[in-house]
């Protein structure tokens, strides 16, 4: 009888160097830089690049800088979109006079006053330092930013606006020459002044927010600028492109707004 024992091989056993392939083709990085790379991870040198839909909605401003360029030439050169206002204007007309609501009148009113200086300015400097503060609680590095966010906005408003207005010098609805002290029509300032303000504003509050109370923030903020704009044309206040242009202005602001706002607060 045999001293020593005697091992059968099993199913688990493996040789040496099969195991050693295997562990070399899991455990060790690829031979390429990419095998290397931490995956995904924005700032980070050797990061992948972002993912194909990342981007895909770079075309939003794109679209709306292409129509407010197309608007913008359309009335500089009296072309034939303007027919476009004429037709919402008359219809609107004819609207009104068939309702004959005082109530719609005055509703369509006190809407477009929501796009004056007061209140659309004192809600977005008084948003960002409530925004400003809650992301003090939070302890975020620079929770002041919301402020000078707020002011440079607000500046924005008559810096685009008001040469814009001077240079076109469109009339307005009713087809009165301007006067001496008139800017003209276009693009409209009350428009553009409450979709940046308060459109600031709710950007700005957002984060801090729980998601629910973010989403309704944003569409309160949207219905209240579209009701500005309605009440402008409405009431005969603005043409119809005047209205669309400031849109579109506001829009590639605040696309750009919220693109930024995470990379400048570090959120």
């Known amino acids: 009888m045999d001293s020593e024992p005697h091992f059968l091989p099993t199913a688990s056993a493996a040789p040496a160097g099969a195991a050693a392939a295997e562990n070399r083709s899991t455990d060790r990085p690829a031979h390429t830089p990419r095998g290397a790379r931490n995956g995904d991870l924005p700032s980070r040198p050797g990061a992948l690049p972002p993912a194909p839909g990342r981007l895909s909605h770079a075309w939003i401003p794109l679209a709306l800088l292409g129509a407010l360029a197309l608007i913008s030439w359309q009335v500089a050169v009296d072309g034939p979109l303007l027919e476009l206002d004429e037709l919402a204007r008359n219809s609107v007309r004819a609207v009104r006079r068939a309702l004959g609501s005082t109530l719609l009148n005055h509703l369509g009113a006190g809407l477009s006053d929501f796009g004056g200086p007061v209140p659309a300015m004192p809600v977005l400097l008084l948003t960002a330092a409530v925004a400003a503060w809650r992301e003090y609680r939070a302890g975020l590095a620079r929770w ?84 500005v704009g309605a009440g402008l044309v409405w009431s005969d206040y603005h043409w119809l492109l005047d209205v669309l242009a ?13 693109r930024l706002l995470p990379r400048i607060t570090r959120r």
């Open 144 to 227: 002041w930013f919301p402020v000078p966010v707020a002011v440079l906005a607000g500046a924005l408003v008559p810096l685009l606006i008001v040469p814009s207005k001077t240079w076109f010098a469109r009339p307005g609805p009713f087809g009165f020459p301007l006067s001496a002290d008139q800017l003209g029509w276009y693009p409209s300032g009350h428009t553009a002044t409450s979709a940046i303000a308060y459109g600031t504003a709710a950007l700005l509050l957002g984060p801090t927010l729980r998601r629910p109370v973010r989403e309704r923030l944003y569409a309160l903020t949207a219905l209240l600028c579209l009701g």
């Open 246 to 258: 400031s849109w579109c202005l506001a829009g590639v602001l605040l696309w750009c707004l919220l």
